[in-house]
């Protein structure tokens, strides 16, 4: 069963982790930005496995950029709800989300059972 519309407290609560966590992904991607550079390596000093190893890096740290930028994104839109005032609605269904799965995914944009729903066609 859902459970009833937040209250102010709870609303500040969670704009805070979200706020916490925004700052976090922002520290975080300002620091692997010389990572996701193009390779250079020195042909003639580096192996053959030091390259693959500097090139898989690279994209390991480009996939973690991608990813911080798009967890960015909803923590952005996260908390343009709540000055709209439309946070913890579903987006889908307008049923209220749960604030524990609010404080688990305090950005989360669908209730559990329309997330599960779509997750699972």
């Known amino acids: 069963m859902p459970e009833t519309l937040l209250g102010q407290q709870q ?3 969670l704009r805070a982790m979200l706020i916490s966590r925004q700052q976090a ?3 975080q991607m300002l620091s692997t930005d010389s990572s996701t550079k193009p390779v250079t390596l020195d042909q003639q000093s580096v192996g053959r496995v030091s390259r ?3 090139i898989q890096q690279q994209q390991m740290a480009i996939a973690n950029q991608q990813q911080a930028e ?3 994104k909803r923590i952005e839109l996260a ?3 709540i000055d709209s005032g439309e946070y913890g609605t579903c987006l889908q269904c307008d049923e209220p989300i749960a604030f524990a799965r609010l404080q688990a995914q305090p950005y989360a ?3 559990i059972g329309c997330q599960s729903a ?3 066609p």
């Open 52 to 54: 693959v190893d500097a």
């Open 109 to 111: 944009s669908l209730c």
């Open 79 to 81: 908390l343009l709800r």
């Open 118 to 120: 779509s997750e699972n």
């Open 11 to 13: 609303i500040a609560e």
């Open 25 to 27: 992904l922002e520290q």
């Open 70 to 72: 798009q967890l960015l």
